[in-house]
T-cell receptor, first 114, second 114 residues
Framework: AQSVTQLGSHVSVSEGALVLLRCNYS??????LFWYVQYPNQGLQLLLK??????LVKGINGFEAEFKKSETSFHLTKPSAHMSDAAEYFC????????????FGQGTRLTINP | DGGITQSPKYLFRKEGQNVTLSCEQN?????MYWYRQDPGQGLRLIYY???????QKGDIAEGYSVSREKKESFPLTVTSAQKNPTAFYLC?????????????FGSGTQLSVL
C-alpha cells in the first residue's frame, strides 16, 4: 500500500527565513508526487509535481522540491518566506496507472512570523 | 472565467436526512472527484468519475452516492447512512483523469450536523 507522511503538523518560520516542509512516501514503484497548497476556506492549488523528468522540481511562488529516491522523500523548500505563504500544505502521491487516485498526507500548517 | 463551483458554501443536516452537495465545472474536463477533508487527516477520496454515466468508489464511499448525468456536473449526496458527516467537502476535476494530471479544486462545502 502507498502512504504519505508529512513530518510536523505545524511549522513556524520568520519572514525571510528558509521554509522546509517534509514529506516521505512509501512505494515499491516510481511514484508521481505532488505538493498542493490550501489557503483558509478555499480549495487546493497545485504548487508543483514530480513526474520523473527531473529530480529538482520548481513550482509557483518560488517553491521547489527535490525527489530523493534513496530517502523516499520529496521535501518542499523556499529560500525566503513571505507573509503570503501562510497556508496549509499537502503532499500527495499517486501510484495507480491510468487513474488519478491521489493519497494525501495529513497536511502541514505553515505560519509566518513578522 | 473557467473553474469549479461548489454550492452551498455551508450546509446543515438533520438526523436521518439526505443532503446533496452541488459541483459544476466549465473547464470541459472529463474527470471529476469528491474528497472529504477532516482536520489533521488530509483529504480522502470518496468517489471519482472519468466519463459521463460512469463513476468509481474511492476509499471512503460508504454512506455517500453520486451521479454523473452531464459532463459538467457531479453532485454528491450524503445519505443518512453516513453517521459522521461533519467535514469539509471538496470537488475537483482534471482533464482526462490521468495519473500525473493537475487537479483543479472548488472552494468547498462545509457540512455540519444539527
Amino acid at each position: 500500500a502507498q502512504s504519505v507522511t508529512q513530518l510536523g503538523s505545524h511549522v513556524s518560520v520568520s519572514e525571510g527565513a528558509l521554509v522546509l516542509l517534509r514529506c516521505n512516501y512509501s512505494s515499491s514503484v516510481p511514484p508521481y508526487l505532488f505538493w498542493y497548497v490550501q489557503y483558509p476556506n478555499q480549495g487546493l492549488q497545485l504548487l508543483l509535481k514530480y513526474t520523473s523528468a527531473a529530480t529538482l522540481v520548481k513550482g509557483i511562488n518560488g517553491f521547489e522540491a527535490e525527489f530523493k529516491k534513496s530517502e523516499t522523500s520529496f521535501h518542499l523548500t523556499k529560500p525566503s518566506a513571505h507573509m503570503s505563504d501562510a497556508a496549509e500544505y499537502f503532499c500527495a502521491v499517486n501510484l495507480i496507472q491510468g487513474a488519478q487516485k491521489l493519497v494525501f498526507g495529513q497536511g502541514t500548517r505553515l505560519t509566518i512570523n513578522p | 472565467d473557467g473553474g469549479i463551483t461548489q454550492s452551498p458554501k455551508y450546509l446543515f443536516r438533520k438526523e436521518g436526512q439526505n443532503v446533496t452537495l452541488s459541483c459544476e465545472q466549465n473547464l470541459n474536463h472529463d474527470a471529476m472527484y469528491w474528497y472529504r477533508q477532516d482536520p489533521g487527516q488530509g483529504l480522502r477520496l470518496i468517489y471519482y468519475s472519468q466519463i459521463v454515466n460512469d463513476f468509481q468508489k474511492g476509499d471512503i464511499a460508504e454512506g455517500y452516492s453520486v451521479s454523473r448525468e452531464k459532463k459538467e456536473s457531479f453532485p454528491l449526496t450524503v445519505t443518512s447512512a453516513q453517521k459522521n458527516p461533519t467535514a469539509f467537502y471538496l470537488c475537483a476535476s482534471s482533464i482526462y483523469g490521468g495519473t500525473n494530471e493537475k487537479l483543479f479544486f472548488g472552494s468547498g462545502t462545509q457540512l455540519s450536523v444539527l
